[in-house]
């Protein structure tokens, strides 16, 4: 369903990304980790064509996003994104968080995508803060509204931009359960994530990365028990320790 | 000499409110004249033609640069050079005050238009919003939010420049109340009267928006 081939992407004269390809299978989970700085947030935003590429190429059931010619706007449309930082819209309560583009893109009736705003916070254990503003909510309520907004579009795809590094440590479940609760729904996802529960749990393949190249691509079995690079193994040991 | 009594008031308020009409109207007209043009200004600085930014820049640092009295004489001399007749201190008051708020302007929308996270734009576009959609409905309403307070004291800085079209001989408020004053030998009371009345007009819009802010803070 998503294919990436040998892409390389530069801030000016810096390489962030080195000829990374990997493929997503529709219904597959792929998580994607690696230090800091390795360009996990960047390979996905190039995804949806937030972040340009130069070189390589991305494909998205058959659509090119790096051509010209795409319609961005349509093709973003159906990847629904979550972001480290929930970027929940402060002037909007949760539901016209969820509806807003729904209605401008979509072209929902306001009562249909109020609806379905409605569904999709119950979905998300929100249903009773429907009418509140995202400052009045707590970072996983937020980012849990954030994931409803995503899927209100009824995306094809989701992708997740560390979703849960912002959050104090006991809001972090609440949002890996509905990440869960996707997944085995058969949603297609990629997730940038150090939480490597939620990884052995659901994904179905990982992606390591270091230094803007993709070091190891791995069933999530074969990762865990034995990561080829001496890499991920360093990385594993530091990140499992505790 | 006339003595400075509620029935004197009440015989010279037509006179009066025919001046702080002028005011109003030289106010409103700013307001929108200058946040229109400061509007187009700003979009200008945030394009990313480096020449159409610069362009943008220059205009606001050289207004900004300059005495507003000094556009306002000079508008009022240069005004009728360009246009072949006189037009008369009121227009050429107004193009100066134009210019100059154009500029003040200017920079509070940029700015306020800058304090919105980038997240948000690209939440935005996430969403498969164009780039106009997210500016009009994400970050213009938060950059609009930002920006009331310096918005605001930039509107009531304008409400009591406007007096300075004394000097081109437009009868605004306080023009015309000197002018009473003059006449009827009342000044000191004419001059404390209309001290009242611009601090009463300025603290109640201050309040007011103080209000709205709350309302609307996010």
């Known amino acids: 369903m998503i294919e990436i081939e040998k892409l390389s992407k530069w801030y000016g004269a810096f390489r962030v990304l080195t000829e990374c390809s990997t493929s997503v299978g529709k219904g597959e989970v792929i998580v994607v980790c690696g230090p800091s700085g390795s360009g996990k947030s960047t390979l996905i935003k190039c995804v949806n064509g937030l972040e340009p590429f130069e070189e390589g190429k991305i494909t998205v059931e058959g659509i090119s996003v790096g051509d010209r010619k795409t319609d961005l706007p349509k093709l973003r449309a159906r990847i629904g994104m979550v972001f480290q930082s929930f970027e929940l819209y402060p002037h909007m309560t949760a539901s016209d968080n969820i509806s807003l583009a729904q209605i401008k893109v979509l072209r929902r009736p306001k009562s249909a995508a109020a609806e379905r705003a409605r569904q999709l916070l119950e979905r998300v254990g929100m249903a009773e803060h429907a009418d509140k503003y995202p400052g009045n909510l707590s970072g996983g309520q937020q980012q849990r509204v954030a994931i409803a907004r995503a899927l209100a579009m009824d995306p094809i795809a989701m992708l997740f931009d560390e979703p849960t590094s912002a959050l104090d440590p006991e809001m972090i479940n609440e949002v890996l359960d509905v990440m869960v609760g996707l997944a085995q729904d058969g949603m297609t996802m990629i997730v940038v994530t150090h939480e490597m529960g939620f990884a052995s749990k659901v994904a179905d393949r990982v992606v390591f990365m270091d230094e803007g190249r993709i070091v190891e691509d791995a069933p999530k079995d074969d990762f865990f028990r034995a990561p080829r690079s001496e890499r991920a193994t360093l990385f594993l040991s530091k990140i499992l320790r505790h | ?218």
Not at chain 2, 47 to 58: D, G, H, I, M
Not at chain 2, 127 to 133: D, E, F, I, K, V
Request: glycine share 8%; proline share 3%.
């Open chain 2, 1 to 218: 000499m006339t003595r400075f009594t509620l029935a004197y008031i009440e015989k010279i308020l037509p006179l009066l409110w025919d001046g702080m009409q002028v005011t109003l109207l030289l106010t409103a007209l700013s307001l929108v004249g200058g946040g229109t043009l400061g509007t187009v200004l700003a979009v200008l600085r945030l394009s990313r033609s480096k020449p159409v930014a610069l362009f943008a820049a220059a205009y606001v640092n050289l207004f900004r640069s300059l005495p507003l009295i000094l556009l306002i004489f000079w508008f009022y001399f240069l005004v009728p050079l360009i246009v072949g007749h006189p037009v008369g201190g009121f227009y050429s008051a107004l193009t100066g005050f134009i210019l100059f708020e154009a500029a003040y302007f200017c920079e509070i929308i940029r700015s306020g238009i800058q304090s919105v996270r980038r997240g948000q734009i690209l939440a935005g576009l996430a969403t498969g919003l164009t780039y106009r959609q997210t500016m009009r409905a994400i970050v213009l309403p938060q950059a609009l939010r930002n920006m009331l307070p310096v918005l605001l004291t930039e509107s009531i800085n304008l409400f009591k420049s406007t007096a300075l079209v004394y000097v081109v001989g437009v009868r605004d408020f306080l023009t015309t109340a000197g002018m009473v004053g003059t006449r009827d030998n009342t000044f000191v009371g004419m001059y404390v009267l209309v001290a009242l009345v611009y601090f009463v007009l300025c603290l109640g819009a201050s309040l007011s928006v103080g209000r709205l802010q709350r309302r609307y803070a996010l």
